[in-house]
């Protein structure tokens, strides 16, 4: 059990300055009214001490769900929307979960054999009692990327918040994003929110882009977040032009140059930064020099909160952020050092790292390894290019090669001719900067490319 002044999420919306919210696309919530009550339908004691799975059918209710039970039950298993009901299952048996908050409509089939279910609603309950006694609450946050059953990552308060300042307040800033608070990129938003006592906007998969981007605009939120997939069809959508945010993060994926310096341009006053973290190993570092990569001397200088290597290509990370293991038998999550392998492959140029992709999506062409992230990094420089995908097609003689494809800007030409002209300069691009054997076989042009829900580009296995 943590010392009685360890702080608890709801300490922390106590301190709040009058008039912050949580803003959902259908509701919202003032922080203030969350210091006196709960949105759970029993009073927070009722699950003190308890595993609870944390399985609502929106953002909002979950936030409501995390504020009331942080330090109250001694584990909390995060739920993304999408878990297949017999994955969850297992998840359940794994975390010794007994008690499940739900939405209204009620928990999903895996949950519904538990002892105790509770519901959590919009709808503020003052005066909730809280329990006597404070626990050092266990997150759970779900891995993503992976197939079969999620990894169950362990993390508390203290590891999840180690990135956040507390030393300064600014009570001009509002919070938006584009990822889901149920996943490690949006958690980390939603709690610089919470713990900086400051406005959020959530975000909702039902809502189109459209519609998201104006109401953030409507809110007028300040500092606004994404992966680089997230910004780069929000850049091409006209109501883009109701944000003016003063702060613009990317994570989750590679910033190439191509989408920093579009976001510069698209938000000339704008301080546009790109953060490396992961569920496993936490928040890395932040850059905001405006370009792709990160200084060699991020490596070089460890301090007492973090230190990386580099171990065969392949960047690792120490820290007091990283989770402190994985939940059941699935293998140790940091190696003899204690660094976890991050799975990201970066390349040393010029004093500068770079990313050249991860470990497991490697396309083999002939023998010789090929980061598909590298490729797109160079389409996506031509200024006709939107995005782009690389993925392998199957070759009889080297057993794989690469091909593209790309979604153009509106503003291109796309008449047959220019399209012709486009592949040609786009290959020509290639070939200036790449080996043969990474130069796309062909260029196929897309209307668009899928987007998984946690905000990154729908990768095919090699």
């Known amino acids: 059990m943590p010392p009685a002044n360890s702080k608890t999420l709801r300490d922390f919306v106590a301190a709040a300055a009058p008039g912050r919210f949580l803003w959902a696309a259908d509701a919202s919530v003032a922080l203030a009214d969350l210091a006196r009550g709960s949105g759970l339908s029993v009073s927070p004691t009722a699950l003190e001490g308890r595993s609870v799975l944390v399985a609502t059918a929106d953002q909002l209710t979950a936030a409501l769900a995390l504020i009331a039970l942080d330090g109250v039950a001694h584990r909390l298993v995060i739920c993304p929307p999408g878990v297949p009901d017999e994955q969850l299952s297992e998840i359940i048996a794994t975390a010794h979960v007994d008690a499940v908050v739900s939405s209204s409509n009620g928990p999903p089939p895996a949950a519904r054999g538990l002892a105790l279910h509770v519901t959590c609603s919009p709808a503020i309950v003052p005066g909730a009692a809280t329990a006597d006694r404070r626990h050092r609450t266990e997150w759970i946050m779900l891995t993503?990327?992976?197939?079969?059953?999620?990894?169950?990552?362990?993390?508390?308060?203290?590891?999840?918040?180690?990135?956040?300042?507390t030393d300064t307040r600014d009570d001009s800033i509002i919070w938006g994003t584009f990822y889901d608070i149920r996943r490690y990129g949006g958690l980390q938003i939603f709690l610089r929110a919470i713990v900086g006592g400051t406005s959020l906007v959530l975000s909702s998969a039902d809502e189109p882009m459209a519609a998201h981007l104006k109401r953030l605009g409507a809110h007028g939120v300040t500092h606004?977040?994404?992966?680089?997939?997230?910004?780069?069809?929000?850049?091409?959508?006209?109501?883009?032009?109701?944000?003016?945010?003063r702060y613009v993060r990317l994570s989750g994926e590679i910033?190439?140059?191509?989408?920093?310096?579009?976001?510069?341009?698209?938000?000339?006053?704008?301080?546009?930064?790109?953060?490396?973290?992961?569920?496993?190993?936490?928040?890395?570092?932040?850059?905001?020099?405006?370009?792709?990569?990160?200084?060699?001397?991020?490596?070089?200088?460890?301090?007492?909160?973090?230190?990386?290597?580099?171990?065969?290509?392949?960047?690792?990370?120490?820290?007091?952020?990283?989770?402190?293991?994985?939940?059941?038998?699935?293998?140790?999550?940091?190696?003899?050092?204690?660094?976890?392998?991050?799975?990201?492959?970066?390349e040393l140029r010029g004093g500068r790292y770079y990313f050249a992709g991860r470990r497991g999506g490697i396309i083999n062409v002939g023998g010789l390894k090929v980061h598909p992230e590298e490729i797109e990094a160079v389409i996506n420089r031509h200024p006709d290019v939107s995005v782009s995908l690389v993925r392998a097609r199957k070759n009889p003689i080297t057993g794989a090669i690469v091909v593209a494809d790309v979604v153009l800007r509106a503003s291109a030409d796309s008449s047959q001719d220019r399209v012709t002209d486009l592949k040609r300069e786009i290959l020509e691009a290639c070939r200036n900067s790449l080996p043969q054997h990474k130069v796309p076989a062909s260029i196929r042009f897309v209307g668009s490319l899928d987007i998984s829900p946690t905000g990154k580009m729908v990768r095919p296995h090699a």
């Open 144 to 165: 993503s990327g992976t197939t079969g059953t999620p990894k169950m990552a362990v993390h508390t308060l203290a590891g999840l918040t180690g990135a956040i300042k």
């Open 255 to 346: 910033a190439d140059q191509a989408i920093l310096d579009s976001l510069r341009a698209f938000f000339p006053d704008a301080k546009i930064g790109h953060a490396y973290a992961s569920t496993e190993a936490g928040v890395g570092f932040e850059v905001n020099d405006g370009l792709e990569g990160f200084p060699e001397t991020l490596i070089a200088q460890a301090s007492g909160n973090i230190e990386m290597r580099v171990v065969d290509g392949e960047l690792r990370i120490r820290s007091t952020r990283t989770a402190l293991s994985y939940l059941g038998n699935t293998g140790p999550l940091r190696d003899a050092d204690g660094f976890v392998a991050t799975g990201d492959i970066v």
């Open 224 to 245: 606004l977040t994404g992966t680089p997939s997230h910004w780069r069809w929000a850049l091409v959508n006209p109501s883009a032009r109701a944000i003016a945010p």
